[in-house]
């Protein structure tokens, strides 16, 4: 449930907000435990949850362990680091309104056995990571010209599915079809409790968050990402006027720059680490 402060948040994804802006781009490093779990303290999770969830992330092959003497590290692996490098473009290069659109689509069609519900669930759910809505029920459709077939052949749909780019028809009335299609009040809704908290908080002096520039940075960058995941980017001239995401973009990037520096030369001060072995 989501606290006044702000929706609740995974430990991992705390966990890959901290991998990705203080490890990912350092090297090939692993930190040790005991500075994992003092930098997550200040986002608000406690030690035996970091613990927890260091271990799960080893168990699915996104952290490797490294031991130094008495004392463990972790480090990214191949899977993590390529999960993290995506997650960055998505924070940082590509913008929360779509002003670019040039009128395509990107159509995936499918057609799976009854028995094959995992196969249906992971498919759906990386087709709307990927901006896509459910146009009819083996109908998917996504504004612009997508290459989703590395996404098919991952999953080893590639024989049950098949793949158009397209424009639509005059007769399509393409504002509809996008509220038809997918969640606009839910996906505007975050977007505005987003830039509302935020703001309020970015303007309170009494805030502790405002002391403590590296939780409020994962935090924030932790929030933005699981709000974006949500949103296709459907092109900015079909939406509403007032779409609040443009609002809340500024908000995220603001914040951001402001704690960038400080929460820095705080991890700095945190973590230990040493370089990562080749496995």
Not at 51 to 77: A, D, K, P
Not at 85 to 104: F, I, P, S
Not at 234 to 240: F, I, M
């Amino acid at each position: 449930m989501d606290s006044p402060e702000g929706p609740q948040l995974r430990p991992q994804s705390l966990m890959f907000a901290f991998f990705g802006g203080h490890v990912l781009e350092e090297g090939p490093l692993c930190v040790y435990s005991g500075s994992v779990i003092e930098v997550l303290a200040r986002a608000g999770v406690g030690e035996q949850a970091v613990r927890s969830t260091l271990t799960r992330m080893v168990n699915r092959g996104l952290l490797r362990r490294q031991r130094e003497g008495r004392r463990m590290y972790f480090g990214l692996t191949p899977q993590a680091t390529e999960i993290l490098w995506n997650g960055k473009k998505r924070l940082w290069d590509t913008g929360a309104v779509n002003d670019d659109w040039d009128g395509t689509w990107t159509l995936l069609g499918f057609s799976l056995p009854e028995s094959w519900q995992r196969q249906r669930h992971d498919l759906r759910s990386r087709l709307t990571w990927s901006g896509f809505g459910p146009l009819y029920s083996g109908l998917w459709i996504a504004p612009g010209d997508f290459d989703v077939s590395a996404l098919v052949s991952e999953l080893g749909l590639a024989a049950h599915v098949k793949i158009f780019h397209a424009t639509a028809d005059e007769a399509t009335d393409i504002g509809l079809m996008i509220r038809d299609t997918w969640d606009l009040d839910g996906v505007g809704a975050r977007y505005a409790d987003f830039d509302k908290r935020w703001t309020d908080r970015l303007g309170s002096d009494s805030d502790s968050d405002s002391v403590d520039p590296l939780g409020t940075r994962l935090r924030l960058t932790s929030e933005w990402l699981q709000i974006i995941r949500t949103d296709p980017r459907l092109p900015a001239r079909h939406l509403p006027a007032a779409w609040p995401a443009r609002s809340a973009h500024d908000t995220f990037h603001r914040i951001a720059e402001q704690t960038e520096a400080p929460a820095r030369r705080m991890a700095a001060h945190l973590m230990e680490t040493t370089p990562l072995r080749p496995s």
